[in-house]
């Protein structure tokens, strides 16, 4: 099982939906999660941070289940601009170890 | 500019030969790392270094592979003899590593350097 799954998309979706991505982990003793976004050709770059509580950041909203081991992303009112990787992260332990991506999630938005 | 620098951007090189890419990292950072991404796959992870040491390898990285970052500063990844399937985009990122603030364990990349071997 690989430590980081995620669907590879791509989701197609029209501006102003709502879409959801899933993300789950292997490790339970996984510490940290992240989003990060990648454009194409371009870095990852952080998206949000992924709180036991959940989070929101305006159109974005974070959760985490620590009991199934996933994790998500909503993107409310999509834009254009949205369209892009999105790479689910996960540090495992607090120690110095490393942060593991998933492979991403492709999303297309479109007019 | 203060985030990450990555050089060369691309680098075409025969089989056979020796690349060696180079990373300046966002100077108040002691950590830094390095990640290789394939198109369709997100970052692997290759290894990092807390100041000048180098705390984890991962098994991708083989014999051929070398890092260092002799001063806590830069850093540089050499291939020795490479292959074709060393071809990659090789990311650098840094992260402040130090504290418990939500922060700490976040990367920020380079734009990264793209390895075509042929």
């Not at chain 1, 998309?9 to 982990?25: D, L």
Request: charged residues 20%.
């Amino acid at each position: 099982r690989k430590e980081v799954e995620q669907d590879p998309g791509p989701f197609n979706v029209p501006e102003g939906a709502t879409v959801a991505f899933n993300c789950t982990y292997s490790n339970s003793a996984s510490q940290s999660f992240f989003w990060y976004r990648q454009d194409c050709r371009k870095e990852p770059k952080l998206l949000m941070s992924v709180y036991s509580s959940g989070n929101e950041d305006g159109r974005f909203t974070a959760q985490l289940n620590r009991a199934s081991q996933y994790i998500s992303l909503l993107i409310r009112d999509s834009k254009l601009s949205d369209s892009a990787t999105y790479l689910c992260v996960v540090k495992h332990g607090s120690g110095n170890t490393p942060l593991v991506f998933g492979k991403g999630t492709r999303l297309s938005v479109i007019a | 500019d203060t985030g990450v620098s990555q050089d060369p951007r691309h680098k075409i090189t025969k089989r056979g030969q020796n690349v060696t890419f180079r990373c300046d990292p966002i100077s108040e950072h002691n950590r830094l790392y390095w990640y290789r991404q394939t198109l369709g796959q997100g970052p692997e992870f290759l290894t990092y270094f807390q100041n000048e040491a180098q705390l984890e390898k991962s098994r991708l990285l083989s014999d051929r592979f070398s890092a260092e970052r002799p001063k806590g500063s830069f850093s540089t990844l050499e291939i020795q003899r490479t292959e074709q399937g060393d071809s990659a985009m090789y990311l650098c990122a840094s992260s402040p590593g130090q504290g418990l603030f939500s922060g700490a364990n976040v990367l920020t990349f380079g734009a990264g350097s793209r390895l075509t071997v042929l």
